[in-house]
């Protein structure tokens, strides 16, 4: 099948590349022109493992095109992907305003019959603006709207593409609906089909659930951490509830990311509008916002004043095995401890790059150990493997004081203080 996806960002990327992978022929446009220079050029422009040899093997193998001309993907293509970003507006709306110019401009070169899909995450009712938009910038050629939102993680982004647990087509159309049960068929997943609202809406409440649980077992871990229990085993004990589930069920620095933040306060803005409140999702907000707090408060009660002092940061992308830095824990805390007037040494094996432009006064160190050597504490926000794997002995020798604050719990607390480590964790006994 001819595709087009508009945005070649995380998202557009992976999607495209893992079509292209299927057999199908996939035009990304991007109107970043950099982008698409260095995409043709083999320079691929986020991490994503794995990604590197899928997008060049299916560009070679002529699956897989880029360009910056909308025009062209829309003449050439049946189906076409919307990607392109869904940032929060101030007041937490989602801002709309990329779908709105994509949908002008698709409109606009549309020469056949085509199906403008949503993948983007988007507030429930962007659809039919888009149709609306759609329809007044050309009345003449038929086309469909439907959505598919994109459920990928970013670190394993190929692997969910192609072994999702579940697609979901919003359509309004057999037509729309036969031509994207026939691309996703050779996935072999489990497709729930329904109207377009219903999909827009399976997108914001799975991320605003999944939020949720992460923020439920931050709250039990400062419960946790006051009266000596585990966080850990209470979550291994809850997880085994099939009801419950194991994942995201992880104590640690809170969410982050380019999509939870931000789709959270989507959902509350969109209750809101019609008339409602979303009060839970409220609170999933204000206690992802403390925990982030308690971290900085961790290593306030390790150190007293931090004036001064210099805090070793391990872990700047808001998870492992990305170089996102959107909405991360590790920004946030940073700007508290440089606030404080602490001198701030960092280290993160895929994102300093990104970093580097919006945290211009951290000393950006070329190792872990190179973080550790003079610090007064080493803090970890981002569990990348190659931190659980630190020479701890080394590590110990490097810092002034020996002191480690780990957002993640990534080391065993008896061991650490077994070594001499003053180590505090989230919501587990010292
Ligand atoms: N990143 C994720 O893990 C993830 C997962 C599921 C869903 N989503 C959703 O997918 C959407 C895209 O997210 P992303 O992380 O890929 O964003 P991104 O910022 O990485 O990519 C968006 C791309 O769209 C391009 N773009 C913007 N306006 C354009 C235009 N007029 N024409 C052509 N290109 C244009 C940008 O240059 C950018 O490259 C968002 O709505 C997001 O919430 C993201």
């Known amino acids: 099948m001819n595709i087009a996806i508009i945005g070649t960002g995380y998202v ?48 070679r193998q002529k699956r897989l095109f880029f360009t910056t001309s909308i025009k062209e993907a829309v003449m050439k293509s049946k189906v076409i992907f919307i990607a392109v970003g869904t940032p929060s507006k101030d007041n937490g709306d989602a801002n709309l305003r990329y779908i709105e110019e994509v949908s002008r401009s698709i409109a606009c070169h549309m020469n056949n019959y085509k199906v403008v899909v ?25 086309f469909d709207v439907a959505s598919n939102p994109e459920f990928l993680k970013e670190g394993s982004a190929i692997d969910d593409f192609m072994h999702p647990d579940r697609i979901v087509l919003g359509v309004e159309s057999e037509k729309a609906k036969n031509l994207l049960v026939k691309l996703y068929e050779p996935l072999k997943a489990p497709i729930v089909v329904t109207n377009i609202q219903s999909a827009e809406i399976i997108k914001h409440a799975s991320n605003s659930f999944l939020a949720a649980k992460i ?39 809170g969410y982050g990311g380019s999509c939870f933040p931000k789709d959270v306060k989507a959902f509350i803005r969109i209750a809101e509008k019609l008339g ?22 961790k290593i306030e009660k390790a150190l007293w004043i931090l004036n001064a002092k210099t805090i070793g940061v391990l872990g700047i992308a808001f998870k492992p095995n990305t170089d996102d830095i959107r909405s991360a824990s590790a920004i946030d805390l940073i700007k508290m401890l440089q ?5 701030v040494k960092a280290y993160d094996p895929k994102a300093m790059d990104h970093a580097r432009s919006i945290l211009p006064n951290v000393e950006f160190c070329k190792n872990p150990y190179h973080v550790a050597k003079g610090a007064d504490a080493l ?50 006994p010292v």
């Open 339 to 343: 606030d404080e007037g602490a001198h």
């Open 12 to 59: 557009g990327l992976v999607s495209g590349a893992c079509f292209a992978e299927l057999g199908n022929k996939v035009i990304c446009v991007d109107n970043n022109e950099g982008k698409i220079k260095d995409l043709t050029n083999g320079i691929i422009p986020i991490y994503e493992p794995g990604l590197e040899q899928l997008v060049k093997r299916n560009y």
């Open 276 to 297: 409602g409140e979303f009060g839970l999702l409220k609170e999933v907000e204000k206690i992802n916002e403390n925990q982030r707090k308690l971290i900085f408060n």
């Open 379 to 428: 803090v970890i926000v981002t569990e990348w493997d190659e931190f659980k794997k630190l020479n701890l002995s080394k590590i110990k020798k490097l810092l002034k004081h020996k002191i480690i604050i780990d957002g993640r719990n990534i080391f065993d607390p008896k061991k650490m203080k077994q070594m001499g480590f003053r180590y505090s964790s989230v919501g587990r």
């Open 118 to 142: 949503e993948k983007s995450t988007v507030p429930v009712e962007t659809n039919t603006w888009v149709k609306y938009i759609m329809k007044l910038n050309n009345h003449k050629v038929d």
């Open 215 to 253: 923020s439920f077992i931050n709250a039990v871990a400062n419960i946790c951490e006051q009266v000596g229990a585990d966080i850990e085993k209470v979550a291994e004990g809850m997880g085994m509830d099939t009801r419950i589930g194991k994942s995201f069920l992880k104590a640690g620095v």
